[in-house]
């Protein structure tokens, strides 16, 4: 595609329950990242993909967040029983290549948890 | 400490002046440095990034890095109301293979 899409825009959901979010990166590029961004604070790295494989999964907050990738292009993220403190955007980006820094942003899947 | 620390602002500036971001990282062995540029409610954009000591100059955009000091910055000449924006920091660590990490981000704002 022509840019990172990600779905969906905004999730409302209730505490407990458990949430998808979906990330379909630029055509081609191998690396994929994963950001969380709480309101006026910076991004807090989550999780990045090389193809298929995350060889950093350091920044998963807890057990209740999971990734994963499959042929080397989508990504979900998901996230189980949900608490207030989930709520943020969360952001996918791609790069051509890992290490490059150049990272391509999609626009974000807004979560609210009540 | 955090990682990468940046003053969040807001920095205001009057247009047509010089505004300087600046960003410091705690890993000495950094490598990568970027300057990331975010619109209010859209997704950060890469604008600069910079690998060793010195300036790095892009149109009205100088990128400076001192890894000495572990410090970089980012000035913006003859500030414009369309550069007011919240401007992230990214490093990435030494041996951390792909990760970048973001600082909190300043808040600039170009008054007419």
């Known amino acids: 595609g022509a840019g990172v899409s990600q779905s969906p825009s905004n999730k409302v959901t209730e505490k407990g329950k458990d949430v998808e979010l979906r990330c379909d990166p630029i055509s081609g590029h191998t690396a994929l990242y994963w950001y969380r961004q709480s309101l006026g604070q910076g991004l807090e790295f989550l999780i990045y993909f090389q193809g298929n494989s995350a060889p950093d999964k350091s920044g998963l907050p807890s057990d209740r967040f999971s990734a994963e990738r499959t042929g080397g292009s989508v990504s979900t993220l998901t996230i189980q029983r949900t608490q207030q403190e989930d709520s943020a955007v969360y952001l996918c980006?791609?790069?051509?290549?890992?290490?490059?820094?150049?990272?391509?942003f999609g626009e974000g899947s807004r979560l609210t948890v009540l | 400490q955090k990682e990468v620390e940046q003053n969040s602002g807001p920095l205001s500036v009057p247009e047509g002046a010089i505004a300087s971001l600046n960003c410091t990282y705690s890993d000495r062995g950094s490598q990568s440095f970027f300057w990331y540029r975010q619109y209010s409610g859209k997704s950060p954009e890469l604008i600069m990034f910079i690998y060793s000591n010195g300036d790095k100059e892009d149109g009205r955009f100088t990128a400076q890095l001192n890894k000495a000091s572990q410090y970089v910055s980012l000035l913006i000449r003859d500030s414009q109301p369309s550069d007011s924006a919240t401007y992230l920091c990214a490093v990435t660590p030494y041996n951390q293979g792909g990760k970048l990490i973001f600082g909190q981000g300043t808040e600039l704002s170009v008054k007419p």
């Open positions: 980006a791609s790069s051509n290549r890992v290490g490059t820094g150049e990272l391509f």
